[in-house]
Nanobody, 115 residues
């Protein structure tokens, strides 16, 4: 069974930084692509960043150059470094593993950006 747990959200001023963490359990975590999504009320979840098992990354246009996704397979962790935060980045952020028959989400971590 795979479980994911996000942490690191909080309140930050516009222009500031936060680092989100996604802790995974299960042996497949390190062999799976992990994604970060975000959601605001009334909107669908938006894909923010993706990292493959080998470290290949991809980003939404809205966060390119500001966010960096990384992983530490030895620790079963994926990170999202968020710099130059904008009010429009405010959302609940979720990590997701969709592989090997699993489609698993964490509980989310809230990011609030004050202008």
């Amino acid at each position: 069974q795979v479980q994911l747990a996000e942490s690191g959200g909080g309140l930050v001023q516009a222009g500031g930084s936060l680092r989100l963490s996604c802790a995974g359990s299960g042996s497949i975590f390190s062999r799976s692509t992990i994604s970060w999504y975000r959601q605001t009320p009334g909107k669908q979840r938006e894909l923010v960043a993706v990292i493959g098992s080998g470290g290949t990354t991809n980003y939404a246009d809205s966060v390119k150059g500001r966010f960096t996704i990384s992983r530490d397979n030895a620790k079963n962790m994926v990170y999202l470094q968020m710099n130059s935060l904008k009010p429009e980045d405010m959302a609940v952020y979720y990590c997701n593993l969709r592989a090997w028959g699993y489609d698993t989400w964490g509980q989310g971590t809230r990011v609030t950006v004050s202008s």
